[in-house]
């Protein structure tokens, strides 16, 4: 009888260090990305490479999320979002492929993705005020800030970091007609300044540091995950595990 209870108890307890492993890490991903190139159309990435994804890869990794039922939501949805697998995706510094190659690959797919904007740097080749508005129009976007001039707010005084991140924030919501609640620290950069003026501007601020956003996450630091132009599907996977 011992040797029948010792055996129950050890079964159990296996199976409850099974169930313990075998428990999701619970918070939401967020995906940095800047610059989505098209090889078919002859585009080749410029400046950092390592910011350019191929669109062909882009769909690769769209493709697999969709496939393990993850549910693309808004930074600002964060907070309030009813989804069991929810991620975000995000876009750095305005680039027009953005809107040329990636746009159409998420809105296929009915993605939502957010979009931040350095607002003194629109055309060529970023986003034009045009295309802006017609992304900012659609159901799949969220147009965010990444500052005037995409500095490392960091080095700068109160007084110029404020200007940095008000002006911003006011030029896009002139342009745009909607209020502007989100924003990307330029680089990561940010101290104790920056979050004190950031916390009367906006409602949600992303940085460039890794990591799942939890229950304790701070709003005005959310983490996210890099995707490189040279990280392997395989590699973009094991984010998830």
């Given at each position: ?5 010792a055996?129950i108890f050890?079964c ?8 313990v492993?075998?428990i ?6 967020v995906?940095?990305y800047?610059?989505?190139?098209d090889?078919e159309?002859g ?5 950092d490479?390592?910011l350019f994804?191929?669109k062909?890869e882009f769909?690769?990794q769209?493709n697999?999320?969709?496939s393990?039922?993850?549910?693309p939501?808004?930074l600002?949805?964060i907070d ?8 975000v995706i995000t876009?750095d ?14 809105k ?17 080749p970023y986003?034009?005020s ?13 147009i ?8 490392k707010l ?5 007084k110029?970091?404020?200007?940095q ?10 342009l745009l ?5 989100t ?5 990561g950069?940010?101290?104790?300044d ?11 601020a992303?940085s ?7 229950n ?7 983490k ?7 990280m392997t599907l395989?590699e973009f ?5």
């Open positions: 009888m011992k040797r029948v209870f055996t050890i159990l307890i296996f199976f409850i260090l099974y169930c492993t075998s999701p890490v619970k918070g939401v991903h995906l940095m800047h610059a989505v190139y090889e159309k585009e080749e990435p410029y400046g490479y390592s994804v191929e062909k769909e690769k769209m697999y999320l969709k393990v039922g993850y549910t939501i808004f600002s949805e309030n979002n009813k989804y069991e697998k929810p991620i876009f510094d305005g680039y027009e492929n953005v809107y040329t190659n990636a746009y159409e690959v998420l296929n797919k009915k993605f939502k993705f957010n979009f931040f904007i350095i607002s003194g740097w629109l055309g060529d986003v034009t045009e295309q802006l508005k017609e992304l900012s129009n659609s159901e799949y976007v969220e965010g800030s990444h500052t005037v001039s995409h500095v960091d080095e700068l005084d109160y110029e970091q404020e200007k991140l008000k002006e911003s924030k006011e030029s896009l919501e002139k007609n909607k209020k502007i609640n924003i990307a620290y330029p680089y950069s940010y101290n104790k920056t979050l004190k003026i950031v916390s009367k501007y906006y409602d949600y992303v460039t540091k890794p990591g799942l956003n939890g304790n996450k701070n709003n005005y630091k959310l996210r995950y890099n995707i490189p132009s040279d395989d996977k094991e984010l998830f595990k």
